[in-house]
C-alpha cells in the first residue's frame, strides 16, 4: 500500500533550527511535495524534489533521498509566523498526491 | 506565482439544500483539479480529481451523487453538495496543477455549515 509518515507535532524555540522528517512508500515515485498550512487556511506550495539532494529556498531547504524513501524539511532562524502545520506529499506513478498527516509545528519565544 | 481562487469563501445552509462551490484558476490552464475536505484538526482528504471535459473520478467512500463536480473548461471546476446534512459541514479546498510543473496550488478553501 501507499503510506506517508511525518511525526504529528513538533515544538521548537523563536530563533532556533527545526526538522521536519518525512517516510514514504508509493506505488512509483515522481517527485516529494512539501506544503504549509496554517491554522484555518489551505496549504501553500513549499518545495518540490524529484532528484536526490538539498534544496535550498530562503529559510527553508528541503532534502530527498529516493533510496531511502526519505525526504526532510529544514527550517532555519525560526519566526513565530512559522508555527503551522506541515504536509509531506509524495506524488506517485499516477501523478497522485499522496499526503501525509501533517506535522503541526509550534513554536514558543 | 500560480493563483487559484475559491467562491464563495464561507456559506451556511439550510439542511436539504443544495451549495455549489467555484474554483478558479486564474493565470494558468488547470489540466486537472482536485477537491479535497477537511475536518477541524485532521489532514485533508481527498475527494475527487477532475480533468477538463471529462467525468470526475472519485475517492472511494465519497458519493458521486451528493458531491457533483463539474470541469467545464480549463480554469474553471464546480463543486456541488446536494442536499446536504449537518455531517456535510466541512472546510472545502479545491487545487488545480497543469501537466508540468506538478504541484498543485491550492484556493483558500470554503468553510460550509449546514444547520
Known amino acids: 500500500g501507499q503510506n506517508i509518515d511525518q511525526p504529528t507535532e513538533m515544538t521548537a524555540t523563536e530563533g532556533a533550527i527545526v526538522q521536519i522528517n518525512c517516510t514514504y512508500q508509493t506505488s512509483g515515485?515522481?517527485?516529494?511535495?512539501?506544503?504549509?498550512?496554517?491554522?484555518?487556511?489551505a496549504p501553500t506550495f513549499l518545495s518540490y524534489n524529484v532528484l536526490d539532494g538539498l534544496e535550498e529556498k530562503g529559510r527553508f531547504s528541503s532534502f530527498l533521498s529516493r533510496s531511502k524513501g526519505y525526504s526532510y524539511l529544514l527550517l532555519k532562524e525560526l519566526q513565530m509566523k512559522?508555527?503551522?502545520?506541515?504536509?509531506?506529499?509524495?506524488?506517485?506513478?499516477?501523478?497522485?498526491?499522496?499526503?501525509?498527516?501533517?506535522?503541526?509545528?509550534?513554536?514558543?519565544? | 506565482g500560480a493563483v487559484v481562487s475559491q467562491h464563495p469563501s464561507w456559506v451556511i445552509c439550510k439542511s436539504g439544500t443544495s451549495?455549489?462551490?467555484?474554483?478558479?484558476?486564474?493565470?494558468?490552464?488547470?489540466?486537472t483539479m482536485?477537491?479535497?475536505?477537511?475536518?477541524?484538526?485532521?489532514?485533508?482528504?481527498?475527494?475527487?480529481?477532475?480533468?477538463?471535459?471529462?467525468?470526475a473520478t472519485y475517492e472511494q467512500g465519497v458519493e458521486k451523487d451528493k458531491f457533483l463536480i463539474n470541469h467545464a473548461s480549463l480554469t474553471l471546476s464546480t463543486l456541488t453538495v446536494t442536499s446536504a446534512h449537518p455531517e456535510d459541514s466541512s472546510f472545502y479546498i479545491c487545487s488545480a496543477r497543469d501537466r508540468e510543473p506538478w504541484e498543485q496550488y491550492f484556493g483558500p478553501g470554503t468553510r460550509l455549515t449546514v444547520t
Open chain 1, 29 to 41: 515515485f515522481n517527485g516529494l511535495f512539501w506544503y504549509q498550512q496554517h491554522a484555518g487556511e
Open chain 1, 82 to 109: 512559522d508555527s503551522a502545520s506541515y504536509l509531506c506529499a509524495a506524488m506517485d506513478s499516477n501523478y497522485q498526491l499522496i499526503w501525509g498527516a501533517g506535522t503541526k509545528l509550534i513554536i514558543k519565544p
Open chain 2, 19 to 31: 451549495v455549489k462551490i467555484e474554483c478558479r484558476s486564474l493565470d494558468f490552464q488547470a489540466t
Open chain 2, 34 to 55: 482536485f477537491w479535497y475536505r477537511q475536518f477541524p484538526k485532521q489532514s485533508l482528504m481527498l475527494m475527487a480529481t477532475s480533468n477538463e471535459g471529462s467525468k
